[in-house]
C-alpha cells in the first residue's frame, strides 16, 4: 500500500474541476491519500488550462512557489495535468525543471504508474489523445456536499478558430445514458442536491439513439428533487427539442449559458461558430416563449483578429438586445496551432482592453436593472454554503443561477427556501425572510410579493 500523501490544485473549467475527481478516484484507488495543505504533500499535482496566455502564466507562476517547497524537500514530486500538459508536452519538462510529470486529459489511469515511477527519480510524459476514453468505469472521488458535476461527454469536434480545447482534449465522446443516470441515483441517496451535466459542447451528447435532451430527461426523472444544471451548449445545436425538455421538467433549472462571442456576422465565420446572431436571437426568444422566466448568460471575446469598431458596436448592440442575466467576457488570447493564429492578432492590446471595458460596464449595468427588478419578490434558493464574507449568513442560488446573501433563519445547508429579496447588485441579492420549504419545486419562476 501506497502513503504517499497527495496534494492537487485545479485551475479552468468545471471540466477540470470534475477531472481532478476523476484522477482522485483513480489515486485513492491505488492506495494514496490526499492532503489539503502543499508543504505537507510528497506529490503536487497541477491540473491546468490552457485557454488564454494569461492562464498559463498563472501556473508558471505556482511552479515558482512549488520550487520554493522543493528546495527543502527535495524528493518532492511535481507533476502537471490537464490541458496545459497536453498543450506543452515535452516542452514542459524541458524548460520547468522541477516538473516531474506531464499528464494530457486522456491518459488519468496512467498517473499512478507515472508518480510511482517519478518517486525513484524518474520523469514521464503521458499526452496521447483518446477516441474513446471517458472514464466511465472510474468513480470520482467526492467528498460530501451539495452539489456534484458529471462529464457527460468530453473532447470536441466544433474547432472555433480561437479555441485550443479541440487541440488539447481531442475529438468528442460521450458516456452511456444509462451509466449517467446510475451515477446521479447514487448521488441523490448520499444527499447531494444538485448535479450539473458537463461538456464542452453537451449538445453534441450522443449515445445510439439518445440525445442530449434525452440524457436530460432521464436524470430528470431519476432525481425528481434534484436540481439539475447543464453546461455549455452551443447555439447551433440547441434544439427545440432541448427547449422543450427544459420547460416540462421543473427540476431543470431555468439557466442557460449559450456563449455568442460576437455580434458581429463576419466575425463569427471568421470564428468558425457556424451560426448568425439572427439564429442566436431566434433560439433565444424561443426559449423565452417556451420556459417563461429563464435566465441567461454567455461569453463575448473582445479584440478577435480583424475585429473593427463597427464590429464592436454590434456586440454592445446583442448585449442590449438580449439582456444576459450575466456574462463571462473575454479579451482574445491567439494560441497556438488555432486557425485564428494564422489570422494574426492586430488588435492592439489598449484597444482590445479598451473594447472589453465597454461591454464589462455595459453588461453590468444590464445585471444590475434585472437584478434590481427583483427586489421586494420572493424567489426559491438552495442553500449551498457559508457566505464567504461571514458565517452568520448563508449562500444560495436561485433555480435562474443568482447568487444570494440569506440569512440563516433556522436553514441548514442543503434546504431549499423561499427568500424575500430586499436588496441587489449586479452580481448578487441579498434576501432578508428566508423560509424553508420540505420539496421542490413550490414555484417554478419568482411570483409577486402579496
Ligand atoms: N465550449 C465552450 C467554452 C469553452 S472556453 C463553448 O463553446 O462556449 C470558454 C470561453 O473562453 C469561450 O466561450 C470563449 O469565450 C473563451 N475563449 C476561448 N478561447 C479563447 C481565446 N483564445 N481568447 C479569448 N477567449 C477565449
Ligand atoms: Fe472551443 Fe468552440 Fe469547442 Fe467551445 S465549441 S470548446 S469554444 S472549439
Ligand atoms: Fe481550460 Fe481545458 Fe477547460 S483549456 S477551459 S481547462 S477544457
Redesign the pocket.
Known sequence: MNKQKIYIET??????LA?TEIVQGVLKKNGYEFTNEAEQADVVLI?????REH?EERIYGRLGAFRAIKKHKPNLVVGIL???A??LRSKLIEEEKIVDLIVG?DEYRRVPELIDNALIGEKGIAVRLSRTETYDDIEPYREDGISAWIAVMRG?DKFCTFC??PF??GRERSRPLQSIVNEVKSLYERGFKEVNLLG?NVNSYRDGEYDFADLLSAVAKAAPTMRIRFTTSHPQDFSDKLIYTIAEHENICNYIHLPIQSGSNRILELMNRTYTVEHYLERIEKARKIIPGVSFSTDIIAGFPTETEEDHKMTLEVLKEVRYDGAFMFKYSARERTKAWEMGDDVPDEVKTRRLNEIIELQQKISYEINQELIGKQVEVLVEDFSKKSKDFYMGRTDTNKIVILPKDGLEIGDYCIATIVRANSATLFAEKAEKIEKLPVLQNTYEKN
Not at 485551475?11 to 477540470?16: F, R, S, V
Not at 491540473?47 to 485557454?51: E, K, L, R, V, Y
Open positions: 485551475y479552468g473549467c468545471q471540466m477540470n477531472d491540473n491546468t488550462c490552457a485557454i492562464a490537464g490541458c496545459m497536453e498543450r486529459p470536441c485550443v480545447v488539447t482534449r464542452q
